[in-house]
């Protein structure tokens, strides 16, 4: 059973930076097209950022390009998202998983940003 535990989150101020990591366990990770995904309360889940099996090739969403990156490490079997330049929009429970999303989720790793 494959599971996926997210970590990094915290509460920062305006302007400032976080790096969240999501080990991954029980499957064969660089086989997996890999995202960071985010849902703010009241809202759905969106995919902010994908990277590709290989690590070569990522996509960002409009709203997080220019300020997030994306990378992994097959060897470690664990993703990565740094985030700079962070603002009260980027609030949220932040989750890897699958590019479509094939996995059971984690429990997440919060984020707020706040003054």
Partial sequence: QVQLVESGGGLVQPGGSLRLSCAVS??????????WYRQAPGKQRDLV??????????NYADSVKGRFTISR???????????NSLKP????????????NE????????????S
Avoid: H
């Avoid at 994908?50 to 990522?58: I, M």
């Avoid at 996995?103 to 706040?114: D, H, I, N």
């Fill in 49 to 58: 950022a994908r990277v590709s099996r290989g690590g070569a090739r990522t």
């Fill in 89 to 100: 929009a980027d609030t949220a429970d932040y989750y890897c998983n699958t590019v479509p």
């Fill in 26 to 35: 029980g499957s064969i990770f660089g086989d997996y097209e890999m995202g």
């Fill in 103 to 114: 996995w059971s989720w984690g429990q997440g790793t919060q984020v707020t940003v706040s």
């Fill in 73 to 83: 490490d097959n060897a470690k079997n664990t993703v990565y998202l740094q985030m």
